[in-house]
């Protein structure tokens, strides 16, 4: 077992952290192979200025509480946590000292799939929420840019089986995105751990 070393990211307003080998490459691999195949992925459509699109990645939601969860006029019902997923949130909640109720997955497939500037500010996550997410699969750039100091921004590699923990204030102040890209990637799965109230 080798010792999870923590990057805290130490930008202002925010409290994350990245470990980047919180799973060994074979973990990593079995466990992205297992929810390729076992995960019904699904397509939702969103409104940007009255037009509809296919939004540009593939999701599930897993939960242990029945409880939807709404973004972007989004309301997604989840499915009951699989032997993997719970797993995996076992050994993130060990690190982490949180109790996840819900996971939302996301499949990028390709350097076309991505995910636009955000906050994961639902009301449904409460006021400072944790959110633990663990990548597997393809390694793809995570953004951050702060909502109010236009200078203040980062760009992190998230490595196949790393973790990425926000917590605190971070939500109020930051956004972050997956961005597309040029150059030929293959898939990555994202698990995003959060509590819905």
Same mark, same amino acid.
């Given at each position: @077992?080798?010792?999870?070393?923590?990057?805290?990211?130490?930008?202002?307003?925010?409290?994350?952290?990245?470990?980047?080998?919180?799973?060994?490459?074979? $973990?990593?691999?079995?466990?992205?192979?297992?929810? @390729?195949?076992?995960?019904?992925?699904?397509?939702?459509?969103? !409104?940007?200025?009255?037009? /509809?699109?296919?939004?540009?990645?593939?999701?599930?939601?897993?939960?242990?509480?029945?409880?939807?969860?709404?973004?972007?006029?989004?309301?997604?019902?989840?499915?009951?946590?699989?032997?993997?997923?719970?797993?995996? !949130?076992?050994?993130?909640?060990? %690190? /982490?000292?949180?109790?996840?109720?819900?996971?939302?997955?996301?499949?990028?497939?390709?350097?076309?799939?991505?995910?636009?500037?955000?906050?994961?500010?639902?009301? $449904? %996550?409460?006021?400072?929420?944790?959110?633990?997410?663990?990548? *597997?699969?393809?390694?793809?750039?995570?953004?951050?840019?702060?909502?109010?100091?236009?200078? *203040? !921004?980062?760009?992190?590699? %998230?490595?196949?089986?790393?973790? *990425?923990? @926000?917590?605190? /204030?971070?939500?109020?102040?930051?956004?972050?995105?997956?961005? !597309?890209?040029?150059?030929?990637?293959?898939?990555?799965?994202?698990?995003?751990?959060?509590?819905?109230?």
């Amino acid at each position: @077992m080798f010792e999870l070393k923590p990057n805290n990211l130490a930008l202002p307003d925010s409290d994350i952290i990245y470990y980047e080998e919180f799973l060994n490459s074979t $973990e990593s691999n079995q466990f992205f192979q297992k929810l @390729m195949e076992d995960v019904p992925w699904q397509q939702d459509y969103i !409104k940007v200025f009255g037009k /509809v699109y296919a939004q540009p990645r593939l999701t599930a939601l897993y939960a242990n509480n029945g409880k939807p969860y709404s973004y972007s006029n989004i309301t997604m019902h989840p499915n009951v946590f699989s032997n993997v997923i719970c797993t995996l !949130k076992q050994k993130v909640e060990d %690190l /982490v000292n949180t109790e996840f109720t819900t996971c939302l997955l996301n499949l990028y497939r390709n350097g076309k799939d991505s995910n636009g500037w955000h906050s994961d500010n639902e009301k $449904e %996550l409460g006021l400072n929420p944790v959110i633990a997410s663990l990548s *597997l699969g393809e390694e793809r750039f995570f953004h951050l840019r702060h909502i109010k100091d236009k200078t *203040l !921004k980062r760009k992190i590699l %998230l490595k196949n089986g790393s973790l *990425l923990l @926000m917590k605190g /204030v971070t939500q109020h102040y930051w956004q972050h995105r997956i961005a !597309k890209t040029a150059k030929p990637v293959s898939e990555r799965i994202n698990l995003t751990f959060r509590v819905i109230k």
